[in-house]
Every structure is written in structure tokens, then in C-alpha cells.
């Protein structure tokens, strides 16, 4: 029997499509995103929606997607096209994929050290123009330079690692507590690593502490000649800082691939203070594009997507109380979207124990808007079913499901 109608829009990768067929939902995959008025057609009566960063899922989507829809997925990094919070007071979580493509980042960063270390991007450029510049000047092997990572998270980490198996010293920074990989390094604070990198490469979030962390003033403090990567946020460097520091000599070379203001789409033109500068890299937000991550990301959230449709599983969803609970054999499972407003558990409790079933488990996660609420119930499958109708008539429920 189908588990129900999963949508996927926007040409998700198939094996995304795969997954879910395999734990027995009926998947239509389409290749475009939907309009808002199509989509809000299509979207009832489904079980879950997919799409990637095309699709505009708007509060008239959501209001369209309650009642079947229990579950979005953005087959992506960014989360910006989904009304969150609507999805949220609506009761449906949001799973997306923020960490598929870190390893193709990481990749891209270590080539582009090597390319910025022999100067490959003017050689490059020359010799489309006809033009032969046979110099060892200038020219380095990166074996004992040393790399500063800001940012040692999931990409940082890789990247530690990789650019280590070439010989190089790697030292990092990072406001959180982080495990050294192999012999990387703590460097404790910025300046110091400003102070001794060869090359700096940035992996940090966009924070109000990130904005502009990298200005005329942090460039100065870099050794001369040293040069920097940027394939994390635009906002994190000040571009005409960054675009007099290489014209000025202090800086060496640089790599950018994020934008304080980026095109729209690959029809619009870009525009920077760094064109045509000398041993500049710059690339066009592709630091996480290939196919290896598509298909990472596929699989991904079409995993969170089956742990929550068959478990009740919130643990990595960008917008709801995170609950899980692992599966026990004999049990009856409930979940309980509810207003966070005092007195829920102690309704739901209380319709609990007036049917005389026995809790087995339950975990309750909540935000300041919802509520979350994980039920095991001893082996009575009809009881069980009674209860999540009369939970759904509590004022206070967004929805309950019997899960299994
Ligand atoms: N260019 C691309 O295509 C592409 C692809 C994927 C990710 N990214 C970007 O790369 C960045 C890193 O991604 P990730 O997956 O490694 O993230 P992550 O969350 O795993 O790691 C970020 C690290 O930065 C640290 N950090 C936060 N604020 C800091 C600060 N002020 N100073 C020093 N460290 C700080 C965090 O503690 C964390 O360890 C993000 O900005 C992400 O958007 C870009």
C-alpha cells in the first residue's frame, strides 16, 4: 500500500526519488519549479513537497499543503524561498542540506592555493592572448607554506586535512572549541594567524561578527605577499580593501568566489573592484557546485524526509524543535504538533491515562512558537488511533499523527 503522494520539483536528483520509492511512497518528480497558483493545486493531498531554489513556497502554498502535507524538503543549502515560519505555525518542518557539498569546497579551495602559489590564472590568461611567459618568478611550490583556516567547520576541517597531505603547516581559528585534525594547529586568535599564514582562507558563517572581519586593517596584518581565499560569504571581506591591498603589492593574490552583491541569475552581468587585477582568481559562486554534491544533497534530505515521515524525526530540521527517539519493538508511535501555550502536555496526558494507555516513551521539544511531541504507547493499535482523534480536537493542536 502507497505510503502517499510525495512531490519533487526541480529536476532533484533521481535517487532522491529512488529512496522514497523504496520505503513505498509514490514520488512524482518534475523537472521544473511550479507557479504559485499551479503549485497550490498540486501540492494537496500530498504527503510531502521537494523543491530546490526556484520554487517560492509562500504562506498560500502552506495554507494549500495543511491537512496532508507533513513535511518540506529543500533539496539545497539555502532556505530563503520557504515562508519558515508560516511552515512552522503550520506545523510542518523544513529539512534541507547544508553540509552535502562542503567536501567540493573544500577540493576547489586546495586547487586554487596551488594555482594562486604558480600564478596558473595569469599564465592562463596569457596564453589565450597569444602570450608566453616561461618565469620561475614569483612561482612557489605550497610543500612547507603555511595555511590559516578562520572557520574550522565542516569545510575548515577538510580542508585541514587535504591541504596537510600536501605538506603543508595548517594552523586555524575559530570561535568555538574545535578538535585539531592531524597536526593542524590552534592558532588562538586572528591576528596570530593573520601574523603567520602564507595563504588564509575563510569558512565562517554570515554573522553580524562576520560582516566586513576582513577590512584594510586585517589585510595589513597579513604577511606581505601572502594571499587570501574566500569562497564562504561576500560579506565576510571588504572587496575595495581587499582590491588595494593586491594593487598596493601587500597582498599577493586572492581567490573569491561569493560576493557581497551577487547576479541574479548566469543572463545578468557581474561587476568587481577585483577584475582584471593580477593573480586573481575569481569564480562564480560555484565553491559548492558539482555533481557529487547534488546527488550528496538528494540523498540527504530524502533520508530526513523518510525519518520523519516514518519515525517523527526533527534532529537537523532548519525550523522546528528537534525530537527523536529510537524505534522499539511493540510499540505504537504518536506525534503532536501543538501551540507552545501552558497546559498542552498535561491535555494530552490526561487523554492518555482516561484510556488507560500506557506511555512507554515520549520527548517533548519546543520553540517559542510550537511545540513537539514524541509518544510511544503500549501495543494497542485501535486505542492508539482513538487517542490521536481526540488530541487533533484539542484547541490548542496544530496536528497529531499516528505514525505506526
Ligand atoms: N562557496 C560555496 O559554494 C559554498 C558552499 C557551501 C558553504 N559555503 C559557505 O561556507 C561557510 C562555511 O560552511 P561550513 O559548512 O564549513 O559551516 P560550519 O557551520 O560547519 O562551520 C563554520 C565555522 O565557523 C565558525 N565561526 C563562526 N563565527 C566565527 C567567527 N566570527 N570567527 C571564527 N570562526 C567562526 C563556527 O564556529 C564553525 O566552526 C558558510 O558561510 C557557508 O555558507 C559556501
Known sequence: MSQGRILLLENIHVDAKKNLEA?????????????????????????????????QITKKVIDAAKGSVRVFGAFCIGTNQIALDEATKAGIPVFNAPFSNTRSVAEMILAEIVMLSRRLGDRNREMHRGVWTKSAVGSNEVRGKTLGIVGYGHIGRQIGVLA??????????????????????NAGKLDALLAEADFVTLHVPETRETKDMIGEAELSKMKKGACLLNASRGTVVVIPALAAAI?????????????????????????SELMELPNVILTPHIGGSTSEAQVAIGHE????????????????????????????????????????????????????????????????????????????????????????????????????????
Open 247 to 271: 594593487k598596493s603589492g601587500q597582498i599577493g593574490g586572492a581567490a573569491v568566489d561569493v560576493f557581497p552583491v551577487e547576479p541574479e541569475g548566469n543572463t545578468d552581468p557581474f561587476l
Open 164 to 185: 596537510e597531505s600536501m605538506g603543508m603547516h595548517v594552523i586555524f581559528q575559530d570561535i568555538a572549541a574545535r578538535l585539531p585534525m592531524g597536526n593542524n594547529r
Open 23 to 55: 520505503e513505498g511512497f509514490e514520488v512524482e518528480l518534475l523537472t521544473k519549479a511550479l507557479p504559485e497558483a499551479e503549485l497550490v493545486q498540486k501540492v494537496r493531498g500530498a504527503v510531502a513537497l521537494g523543491i530546490r531554489s526556484k520554487t
Open 301 to 404: 534530505v530524502s533520508g530526513s524526509l523518510i525519518k520523519f515521515l516514518t519515525d517523527g524525526t526533527t534532529t537537523g530540521s532548519v525550523s522546528f524543535p528537534q525530537a527523536e527517539m529510537p524505534r522499539r519493538p511493540g510499540v505504537h508511535r504518536i506525534a503532536h504538533v501543538h501551540r507552545n501555550v501552558p497546559g498542552v502536555l498535561r491535555d494530552v496526558n490526561r487523554i492518555v491515562s482516561e484510556a488507560d494507555a500506557n506511555v512507554v516513551a515520549q520527548v517533548l521539544a519546543t520553540d517559542p512558537s510550537i511545540g513537539y511531541l514524541l509518544m510511544d504507547l503500549e501495543d494497542d493499535q485501535k486505542a492508539s488511533a482513538a487517542l490521536v482523534e481526540k488530541m487533533r480536537a484539542l484547541e490548542t493542536t496544530i496536528s497529531a499523527t499516528f505514525l505506526y
